[in-house]
């Protein structure tokens, strides 16, 4: 691209954008128009936002902590209580938030009011699941590993999850006809208040043991997945139960004997591992 030259000092100087690889004109700034407004909406131009299918792993697995009876390594460092009482705080602070207005009305509003907004729109699109589904976008992402370490762009993020849920809406136009529209919360104020207003529900929740066993889940699903691409078959844990039940028929246990006992009251001395014992006592 050949670069525009200006004569006098009163004429606007244009130079090169400043993000490696980009031959695009940068006006009055360090950006072109196409990564001013990717460090806008990320915080960080250049970089890519955090990858679909593994913030889809971590989302998951925040969800399936939130649901009512959790499964496989969603047990570990799980409270019943305490889940419940986050869903309930956040679900408080969403009952709170203002009536909805027409998006249309929006332009020129504060940064609080569209954040407000987003959340508004996105408890009437999803109705009760509306506090789980926000809770695990925004907690997933935030244990999610960012490509960037910039403070600006992991809100970015969270709030881009987020603002994600909100599904675009048809209303109609002047001339009778539907027209979509969409709520969008590009500005970084309105994204760091919609953080501001979510992060301390889940925040101390994650450090409290929940966000390791997270990672651990991932990793292990990751290794999984990898394995079965190369071929490689793995035993689930599903599996190695059914195997350890399967080997364990057959050896009663007699409460009355010490060596039994000693064996910690599932496997059988040599005396009582006997089947028809073991069937008399099923009659």
């Not at 940068?26 to 990858?51: M, W």
């Not at 409270?79 to 956040?90: C, G, P, S």
């Amino acid at each position: 691209m050949r670069m525009r030259k200006f004569r006098g000092e009163g004429a606007m100087k244009e130079g090169r954008c400043t993000v490696l690889g980009c031959k695009g004109v940068a006006k009055l700034g360090r950006f072109c128009r196409r990564h001013t407004n990717q460090y806008s909406d990320q915080g960080a131009a250049g970089v890519g936002s955090v990858d679909r299918r593994l913030k889809r792993l971590y989302v998951d697995a925040v969800y399936r902590r939130l649901g009512p009876q959790p499964r496989g390594p969603a047990k570990v460092g799980h409270k019943r209580q305490v889940v419940t009482d986050i869903l309930n705080e956040l679900q408080a602070l969403l009952d709170t938030l203002p009536a909805a207005i027409d998006w249309r009305r929006l332009r020129g509003a504060s940064s609080k009011t569209r954040a407000q907004q987003v959340l508004r729109g996105i408890v009437t699109q999803r109705g009760t699941k509306a506090a789980k589904e926000i809770l695990a976008a925004a907690a997933g992402t935030r244990v999610c590993p960012k490509l960037h370490s910039s403070k600006r762009y992991r809100v970015s993020q969270v709030a881009r999850s987020v603002t994600q849920l909100l599904r675009s809406r048809e209303v109609m136009g002047i001339l009778g006809r539907p027209i979509r529209i969409t709520l969008r919360c590009r500005g970084w104020y309105a994204k760091q208040e919609l953080v501001k207003m979510i992060e301390p529900v889940f925040d101390l929740w994650l450090r409290d043991g929940v966000q390791k066993s997270i990672e651990l889940e991932v990793a292990e699903a990751s290794r999984a997945r990898r394995l079965a691409l190369a071929g490689v078959r793995t035993e689930t844990r599903t599996e190695k139960r059914t195997e350890t039940r399967e080997a364990r028929v057959g050896t009663p246990v007699d409460p009355s004997c010490a060596s039994c006992r000693e064996h910690g009251w599932r496997f059988a001395c040599a005396k009582h591992n006997t089947a028809e014992e073991w069937e008399s006592r099923w009659r």
